[in-house]
């Protein structure tokens, strides 16, 4: 079996570069013919999978967290390869949401290289994005409003880790102000003045339970709204979201939907998978198994 592995050693605050010789040493244990891309720059992971030949592969690995994982599709979907090769993913960054959704027992990087080795795909839904006349792929999730902003936070104080979002929403609470939305779900129209909305492939998000009932390969999206509501209200509901309870909030509507339109009257950052990148309006469809995915 040989795969290749894009690597991000920049991931888990730099502690990917330093296990780097055990990443490979354990491939090798399991038998596993695995050549190594080192990622230098942002976007790079999208440029190495873009280019790569896929025919010279049994699977590509993803060694990262969420952002990496991120490039990493975007890479994929941009491939002229005529053959599709699986997708293995290497938790080895700050966040790994949807690998806690795909091996949600799986906690060490060591027993992720042993699911790669079992050499057993399943394939998976993919979100697709079309904002400002681009298309990106994403396997977690896609938001805007507040959860943008807090992430916006997030990313400048990424060295505590998960906390570094519990930090943004506490900062962002102070500027809280809701955004009129009008939302269009397989054709039914909605218009809310909402906090945020999450549109979610996956259950998790970074270290919050978004959507408690996705299912990553059910063809649909868990889209998640949350309404208006005050700074005190928020502050006291916050905590049910690492529990999932917060979708029993009267402020919240989950709905599932396989084709999602958002317009607002002023243009809104978006945030796939911890990135932020393009702005409202914004199209995003359900790819129904469009990718193959090493899993347990």
Known sequence: ????????????????????????????????????????????????????DFTQYDGIVAAGGDGTLFEFVN?????????????????????????????PDVVDWREAVRVIALNKPRKVDVGRILTQGEYYYYLNIVGLGFVADVNAVAQKLKVFGNVSYTLGVLQQTIFLKSTPMRIELDGQMLERDAI???????????????????????????VTITNKLGRIRLLKCFPKIFTGEHVLLKEIESIQAKHIRIETDV????????????????????LHQALEVFWK
């Open 75 to 103: 890479g994929y979907f941009r491939n002229t390869s005529k053959k599709r090769i699986p997708l293995g993913i290497l938790p080895i960054g700050t966040g790994n949401a949807v690998y806690r959704d795909l091996n």
């Open 267 to 286: 243009p809104k950052v978006l945030t796939p998978d911890g990135e932020l990148l393009g702005a409202t309006p914004i199209e995003v469809d359900c």
């Open 1 to 52: 079996m040989k795969i290749l592995v894009v690597y991000n050693p920049q991931a888990g605050h730099r502690r990917a570069e330093k296990i780097l010789p055990e990443v490979d040493a354990c491939f090798k244990e399991t038998g596993i013919d695995a050549e190594f891309r080192i990622t230098t720059h942002k976007g790079n992971g999208t440029e190495i999978v873009r280019d790569a």
């Open 196 to 222: 945020f909305i999450e549109i979610s492939n996956t259950r998790w998000t970074s270290n919050f339970l978004m959507a408690p009932k996705a299912e990553i390969d059910d063809g649909k999206l868990d």
